[in-house]
């Protein structure tokens, strides 16, 4: 019953009020006319009073708004901290100015700080605000000094400080009237405003190094713990590198492994200055290099720094860097006569020195035309559009070029050119390598085509489909062959590259003649089946790609030879879903043992020749020896103690039993045939050759096997693993691929020395089929250039053919298996098909 009684309490209670309401409503009815009278003189009394009232709380409440927003936001003191050089005009420079803890170092350091206080002092928007400054560094030139100073400003003023702080005006020196001789007469007074946290680092020297170059001789450096352990974490180091006072400095990071390069990771920065300020930085680096990539940075004067900014999380082995001093470049740039020669930027392939302008002045004999070709050109400031070139740049005929660019000529219509090479006091790159050449005005290009551009190529690159030129110029006002296409915009391309699901015609014209009717769906083998028989659970295009992509998510589908099998045994239905990023199976089993298809290198080297690979770049490419005869077949490493090679290498042949493991060798991390000793290279000998049982040594049929290494490899910078696909796994027609090896490079040539690489594309292989006289079986694809000219060869048997996904993993597209001849025209190179022996190399490999 209790439980009942507060409901019955809250009905009285509401009943009450609406008595209350009935009250009120009588009352102002029918008050008597006095008793209204007094109402009306009590009413606007009371309105006054309430008016006041809310007028006092507004300003009551606006003034304490107005009180928390000043001492909460506009007064609030902010840190800033600036970095700075001066130099001293009046004092000698002493080799003890070269250690911060010498008496000679501290004398000179209390008297530029107070003089750089004085300064501060002077200046109404600075002074008030200062909080400390400490000197840093001193180097020659009388001397320099570097510093930074504190500051604590409400944030009110931090503009004003800031102006003052840029403004080179406000930075001088004023002559005090009692101190009719100052101590020190300075100049050059410059500030950057930097981050606090470099500040606070500083006054913690636990990574702080000082070196001076030793004359004639190379001094090393590196990350604290190299090469034995990583660099530490939440670190900030500073190496102070001096030469004396008439040289410069030159230095290469040997080796630099550091984090991979995002937004917040660990990275490097190199100065031209004792000052870690951004107008004198020269380079930010993070991330991996290739070796061969060219990390050599020159000084403009005899001081450099380095710092090495860490976050919280990571192990990287970090860098191992050398420095040496040589004289100061006194000049650059100069007179070129005669009929052609070369020239390069100051110390070409180095990073050239900032803050300088070199001119050449080039002359060949007065009856011919002169011209410039760069056959490197690498100029490129970050942040700077190659549109604008306002930093560094060349500057030929009022015309200014920076960036990347690829080979490219500037011709000049007399037989004189003015040449001209800036860079500014930042951010540097390797320059350019050029050669000046004379010309016949009416022939430029002797037995040769002249692109609009001025470059000179070979006739036979004339209306072949490709673009030479860079400016298309060899493929217009072409008359296309029996063999080509026209396409729409006037282009002459091979018939064959009609309907290969690639605009090659650059206006779709080639791919247009090819598409299906509204109401039917294009296969990626190109046939065309009703749009009804999509996603109907059969596979219609014989490729399953009418059934893939019918499902999103995470959603499961009845299995078929076409869907993708998770380990669960449940199946989706998306294309591709191994190892893209994104976890598609319910087990996840998708994105398992993705350790494989990447390259360790970011930045690859930019000084390869032709088609010479990189170091690293293709660092599932092994290369097979046989006792005595050196290399005889590529393989891939698809895990640490397995490769995939071709049935066809290990066939007995004169009286050579190469199905006999221990014939072998297999080489990882090799780039350089002649370089087998380096040590990125791993040898193994092999455990087991393990050949298809169908390989059909006359058709080259199930071309494929499986080699297992006497003892796993490690995996490094070099040697990773690539990426196996899935059977159902779909490489489309017409898609690029690339080749490597170190086969022959010319059809009854010699092998390469160099890795080769070469980017092919996936033929049709209906049309394949026609092209090699019905020889394709469904374990084979034909990838090559149909104009020829581009193909595998001898020696690259059993290497990989790869293809680059969307994820930027690579998978393993193919084998190298035959072909009939090499680069031929219309005989495209026949590899072994991964796909449909995927099921084979996993019942033998565990893969
Ligand atoms: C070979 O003999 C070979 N053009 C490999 C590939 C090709 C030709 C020959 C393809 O190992």
Redesign the pocket.
């Given at each position: 019953m209790e439980r009942g009684a507060p409901a019955r309490g809250a009905a009285v209670r509401y009943s009450a009020q609406l008595q209350d309401m009935n009250n009120l409503d009588e009352g102002v009815e029918f008050l008597p006319a006095m008793n209204s009278k007094k109402m009306e003189k009590r009413g606007p009394k009371r309105q006054v009073v309430i008016t006041v009232l809310i007028i006092v709380f507004l300003l009551v409440s606006l003034t304490t708004g107005l009180l928390f927003w000043h001492f909460k936001y506009r007064n609030t003191p902010v840190q800033k901290v600036f970095n700075g050089h001066l130099r001293v005009l009046n004092w000698e420079f002493l080799d003890a100015y070269e250690n911060s803890s010498s008496p000679e170092f501290s004398m000179l350091a209390k008297k530029v700080k107070s003089t750089v206080e004085e300064i501060y002092r002077n200046h109404a928007d600075i002074g008030p605000y200062h909080r400390e400054t400490v000197i840093t560094a001193f180097s020659e030139g009388s001397v320099i000094a570097y510093y930074w100073s504190e500051f604590l400003v409400p944030k009110y003023r931090e503009g004003s400080l800031d102006r003052a702080m840029a403004d080179k005006q406000s930075l001088v020196q004023r002559w005090n009237p009692r101190l009719r001789n100052p101590m020190l007469k300075v100049e050059s007074v410059i500030a950057f405003p930097v981050d606090p946290s470099i500040a606070h680092s500083a006054r913690d020297n636990s990574c702080m190094f000082s070196l001076h170059a030793k004359e004639g001789e190379v001094t090393s450096f590196t990350t604290p713990g190299f090469p034995n352990s990583p660099y530490p974490n939440n670190a900030l180091c500073y190496w102070a590198l001096r030469a004396d006072a008439s040289s410069s400095i030159s230095l290469t990071f040997k080796t630099l492994e550091l984090e991979p390069c995002r937004d917040d990771s660990d990275y490097i920065k190199v100065y031209d200055s004792l000052s870690p300020v951004e107008p004198h930085a020269l380079v930010r680096l993070c991330g991996n290099y290739a070796p061969s990539y060219n990390l050599t940075f020159l000084s403009s004067q005899n001081v450099m720094l380095v710092t090495l900014v860490t976050n919280k999380e990571g192990r990287f082995p970090g860098f191992k860097a050398e420095f040496f001093q040589l004289p100061k470049m006194k000049a650059c740039g100069g007179i070129l006569k005669g009929d052609s020669g070369t020239f390069t930027t100051p110390y070409y392939p180095a990073h050239y020195p900032p803050d300088m302008d070199c001119v050449w002045n080039i002359e060949v004999p007065s009856i011919k035309n002169v011209k410039v070709r760069f056959n490197m050109f690498f100029v490129l400031e970050p942040g700077i559009p190659v549109s604008s070139c306002t930093k560094d740049y060349v500057q030929i005929n009022g015309t200014r070029y920076c960036g990347e660019r690829s080979q490219f000529v500037v011709a000049s219509t007399t037989n004189k050119i003015e040449l001209r090479f800036h860079s500014d006091q930042s951010y540097t790159d390797t320059g350019f390598s050029a050669e000046f050449l004379s010309y016949d005005s009416s022939d430029p290009c002797p037995g040769k085509f002249t692109c609009n551009t001025g470059r000179c190529i070979d006739r036979s690159m004339r209306c072949d489909g490709w673009l030479d030129c860079v400016d298309g110029s060899d493929e217009r006002s072409c008359t296309c062959t029996e063999q080509q296409f026209r396409c729409q915009n006037g282009w002459c391309k091979p018939k064959f590259w009609v309907c290969d699901n690639v605009n090659d015609c650059g206006d779709n014209s080639d791919e247009l003649q090819c598409s299906c009717s509204a109401d039917s769906f294009k296969c990626n083998n190109g046939k065309c089946v009703p749009s009804t028989q999509k996603c109907d659970g059969k596979d219609d295009c014989g490729d399953g790609s009418d059934e893939g992509r019918c499902s999103t998510g995470q959603t499961t589908v009845p299995c078929k030879e076409y869907t993708y099998k998770c380990r669960s045994g449940r199946c989706i239905s998306k294309q591709n879903p191994e190892c893209d990023g994104e976890q598609d199976c319910e087990d996840h089993s998708d994105e398992d043992n993705c350790n494989c298809g990447l390259r360790s290198y970011v930045r690859k080297s930019r000084i390869v020749g032709g088609q010479n690979s990189d170091v690293g770049e293709w660092p599932w490419q092994v290369s097979l020896h046989v006792k005595g005869q050196g290399h005889i077949c590529g393989a891939s490493l698809v895990s640490a103690s397995w490769l995939v090679s071709a049935a066809h290498c290990f066939l007995p042949l004169q009286g050579i039993r190469y199905s006999d493991p221990s014939l072998w060798t297999a080489y990882l991390g090799l780039t350089d045939q002649g370089d087998r000793s380096s040590p990125n290279v791993q040898t193994r000998k092999i455990k087991r050759i393990i050949s298809h049982p169908f390989f059909n040594d006359y058709t080259y049929d199930y071309d494929i096997a499986v080699l297992e290494l006497q003892s796993p490899v490690t995996f490094t910078a070099v040697v990773q693993p690539i990426c196996l696909p899935d059977a159902t796994h779909n490489f489309p027609v017409g898609k690029d691929l690339w080749v490597t090896g170190w086969?022959a490079t010319a059809e009854g040539g010699t092998g390469a020395s160099i890795l080769q690489k070469a980017e092919i594309r996936l033929i049709n292989q209906t049309v394949c089929n026609q092209l090699l006289t019905d020889q394709l079986t469904p374990r084979m694809m034909c990838v090559g250039i149909l104009t020829g000219g581009v193909?595998?060869?001898?020696?690259?048997?059993g290497g990989p053919l790869v293809s680059v996904e969307p994820s930027s993993r690579m998978f393993l597209a193919g084998v190298?298996?035959?072909?009939d001849?090499?680069?031929q025209k219309n005989k495209p190179?026949?590899y072994s098909r991964l796909t449909s022996l995927r099921d084979w190399i996993q019942e033998h490999t565990g893969l």
């Open positions: 086969g193909d595998a060869c001898q020696g690259d048997s190298v298996s035959w072909g001849g090499c680069a190179g026949v």
